[in-house]
């Protein structure tokens, strides 16, 4: 039953990751990420995560897909089209992202075939209360991992300062060349 | 654990089955008619330019952005609020001997960090709302009096209008008299 | 005689079975109730009779209503996405209706010699935040079913729908944390239980009085997260017709129509849960489970009747303003509220001087507020008067 749920879930989250790339709308692409980040929730908490599957339909299923979302809205979509037919191609990019892929994908084969990485032996039975009692969590991150949690809090101020910063410069030229229009 | 989520499973099938049951039993239940007029875009019986796909203001970006910021810390702080009361308990003794009151402080300066993030955007005005607003400020009259015609600006106006006017001012002069 | 045909002892997944099906159909007939209470309160409230022709008192209305969503014509526009149209309403409706399956409606239900567990379907260790990441996604739905109609009005609704409930939930979650604090587990039954009088360590006082901010916080986030009056922009009928789900037709709309009304009654059970004791009795512990439940279902109508209420008494915000109480009122006041908590908790305080605190805290807050009239800034703000000399 599990082998098999695991089975499941891995193979939508893998489908619904190819059709991130393969699908033309971005809006498609971003609902296909989000039944990726889903089905990724399902599998954590398959394994016992339940804190970790939370967090992840919270954090990246709740909010940065909306974020997504907006940023898609903020396109202007009738130019999908055109970016599939920008020069960009002449590239080749997409063959050298298949080549990179299938790469990191040997490399991964490679890994696990010749050893060096090993599932853990000892996982039994999952706990009634999964592996991530929410107190003992709390506790490490408050007490051992106590400075990369604060840098996590320093790093989220200036991811936002930093974004906002860029997209207000779009903003304040794009609205001077506005507001010199009535003037002239 | 395992168990919990089951139940859940056979929860979330059995709204699907209620779900799907209806929408099947609608297909085949409801009219089928090709009447292309009820397939327009609603417009108020205007028809439709052009697509609705626009391009949404960057503000809406903004939110998002200060949404995704704020969703992390509130998924920091339900460890947090946990870890507060374990360590009272003495629980947590286990863990990091002691830490309630470290873990409030470190609570206290991650929630400060971040509405450092908020006050940011509140002082540089992205929260407010009404910003592509081009034209210049509105100014509401200092005092409501300068809506009311005067005397004064009656007798500058033209011949045409002003009859009445004349009559008005004359009535005033005349009560004013009186 | 019956117990001859029956099993002793009814196996585990028929228990499971018979939960999630009378469950969710008390969910579905909650929500068909709750429409003709909202033409009915509505008829009250406007001094008119309301529905009144189908069935003793026009009861059997949502039935009639059912069967003519089933019978509608179904509507697909023109230049309309088909895949993602067809999607929204099972999105939409979807989280509304997983968040029940975490509330605790009463305790051990037993019902002649069998014990068939607590009365909800499951009751997990991390259930709030089980609720935190549902509600997150509600907003799906929502943007695909404006998105996908390629109608401008959708759109327009979906987007200004979009961005209340992203706003408001951050104020929603920060007052349930403040809940959990004092509770000290996530655990939706554990909440309930820690409110009793019976509980161990316990003072019996309901979160509402303990928690006046996070308790008001949470009925405002509350109905901007619903999307219901005084908040109703995303189909506030003036000027956006349906708002997103202008061109849905038939059991679609039906469908997005039984996701807003599940929403609310989600919504009333979480404030009943987190803030009103669950199925507490005042001042009887061991009450019968029936009694719990009624008790329980009690208090999520007067919450419910607060929704139909507040529509008829107050008018509709400007967008704005909306966004402005969202982001520079509530969520400061959240985040105070939960740092004055936190330190009540951790210092060990009785839990009974949280309120005069978090109003203490407040106090320098509000003025500071009512100085600065809000009203006049968000029309005038900073960044238009930089715009306006500019120009």
Redesign the interface.
């Known amino acids: 039953m599990?082998q098999f749920l695991f089975f499941l879930l891995s193979l939508s989250a893998i489908a619904f990751a190819v059709g991130v790339v393969v699908v033309k709308?971005p809006?498609?692409s971003v609902?296909s990420l989000?039944g990726s980040f889903v089905a990724l929730?399902m599998i954590y908490?398959l394994i016992?995560f339940?804190?970790l599957?939370?967090?992840q339909?919270?954090?990246y299923?709740?909010?940065?897909?909306?974020?997504f979302?907006?940023?898609v809205?903020?396109?202007?979509?009738?130019d999908v089209n055109a970016v599939f037919d920008a020069p960009i191609r002449v590239l080749g990019q997409k063959r050298i992202a298949i080549a990179a892929s299938a790469a990191a994908l040997i490399g991964m084969i490679a890994l696990f075939a010749g050893g060096s990485v090993q599932a853990s032996e000892s996982v039994g039975a999952?706990?009634?209360?999964?592996y991530d009692q929410?107190?003992?969590?709390?506790?490490?991150?408050?007490?051992?991992y106590?400075i990369p949690?604060?840098a996590?809090?320093?790093l989220?101020?200036a991811?936002?300062?930093g974004?906002?910063v860029l997209?207000?410069r779009?903003?304040d030229s794009a609205?001077?060349v506005?507001?010199e229009e009535?003037?002239q | 654990m395992y168990f919990d989520y089951l139940t859940v499973l056979i929860f979330a099938s059995v709204g699907l089955v209620f779900v799907f049951a209806n929408l099947i039993i609608a297909s085949v239940l409801r009219p089928k008619r090709t009447v292309t007029e009820g397939l327009e875009i609603y417009e108020c019986g205007e028809e439709t330019i052009g697509e609705a796909w626009v391009r949404f203001d960057i503000r809406y970006y903004t939110v998002a952005l200060v949404y995704v910021i704020f969703a992390v810390e509130i998924a920091f702080l339900f460890p947090w609020a946990i870890v507060l009361r374990e360590s009272l308990l003495g629980e947590g003794a286990a863990a990091g001997l002691g830490i309630g009151v470290f873990a409030l402080v470190e609570g206290f300066v991650f929630i400060a960090i971040l509405f450092l993030g908020l006050a940011y955007v509140w002082v540089k005005g992205d929260l407010d709302w009404v910003l592509t607003y081009s034209a210049p400020a509105y100014q509401p009259p200092t005092s409501r009096m300068r809506a009311i015609p005067t005397v004064d600006t009656l007798e500058g106006d033209s011949e045409d209008d002003s009859e009445d006017a004349a009559e008005d001012t004359s009535t005033d002069e005349s009560e004013d008299a009186a | 005689m019956m117990d001859d045909i029956l099993p002793a002892e009814l196996p585990l997944f028929a228990v499971w079975v018979i939960k999630a099906v009378v469950i969710f159909g008390s969910l579905i007939s909650a929500a068909g109730i709750t429409t003709l209470a909202e033409r009915k309160v509505s008829a009250w409230i406007q001094y008119r009779i309301g529905p009144n022709r189908v069935g003793p008192f026009g009861l059997l209305q949502p039935l009639a209503d059912g069967v003519k969503f089933i019978f509608k014509e179904e509507l697909v526009p023109d230049g309309a996405n088909r895949l993602m149209f067809r999607l929204a309403p099972m999105i939409t409706a979807a989280p509304a209706m997983m968040c029940i399956a975490v509330i605790p409606f009463a305790g051990e239900v037993v019902i002649g010699n069998y014990n068939l567990g607590n009365l909800s379907i499951t009751d997990l260790s991390v259930s709030v935040l089980y609720v935190g990441a549902l509600t997150g996604l509600g907003i799906y739905g929502i943007i695909l079913g404006g998105w996908s109609s390629n109608s401008k009005f959708s759109l327009m609704g979906a987007m200004r729908a979009s961005a209340q409930m992203v706003s408001y939930e951050l104020t929603l979650l920060l007052a349930i944390l403040s809940v959990v604090l004092l509770a000290g587990s996530l655990d939706l039954r554990a909440i309930a239980e820690s409110q009793a009088s019976s509980a161990e360590g316990g003072i019996g006082v309901w979160n509402m009085f303990l928690q006046p901010v996070a308790f008001v916080l949470f009925i405002i986030a509350m109905f901007a997260e619903t999307n219901r009056h005084p908040f109703d922009f995303a189909e506030c009928e003036p000027e956006l017709v349906g708002g997103f789900h202008t061109e849905y037709s038939s059991m679609k709309f039906a469908l997005f129509f039984l996701g807003e009304y599940c929403a609310i009654i989600v919504m009333c059970c979480l404030v009943t849960t987190f803030f009103l004791g669950g199925y507490d009795v005042p001042f009887w512990d061991s009450a019968p489970w029936f009694i719990q439940l009624a008790s329980f279902v009690a208090k999520a109508a007067c919450f419910i009747f607060l929704f139909l209420w507040v529509r008829w008494t107050l008018p509709r915000f400007r967008y704005d303003q909306l966004m402005g109480l969202g982001w520079k009122v509530m969520l400061p006041l959240a985040l105070v509220n939960v740092t004055v908590t936190g330190a009540v908790v951790s210092f060990g305080w009785s839990p009974l001087i949280t309120p005069v605190l978090a109003v203490a805290a407040l106090i320098p807050g509000v003025i500071l507020f009512a100085r600065s009239n809000p009203g006049e800034a968000s029309l005038t703000g900073h960044a238009l008067s930089e715009e306006g000399s500019a120009s």
């Open positions: 599990e709308s809006m498609k609902l989000l929730a908490l016992g339940q804190f599957a939370a967090a339909l919270l954090v299923a709740g909010a940065i897909m909306v974020l979302l907006f940023v809205m903020l396109l202007n979509l009738s999952i706990p009634a209360e999964g929410i107190e003992y969590l709390g506790a490490l991150i408050f007490s051992r106590m949690f604060q996590s809090a320093l989220l101020l991811t936002m300062i974004v906002l997209a207000k779009r903003r609205s001077d506005n507001s009535p003037a």
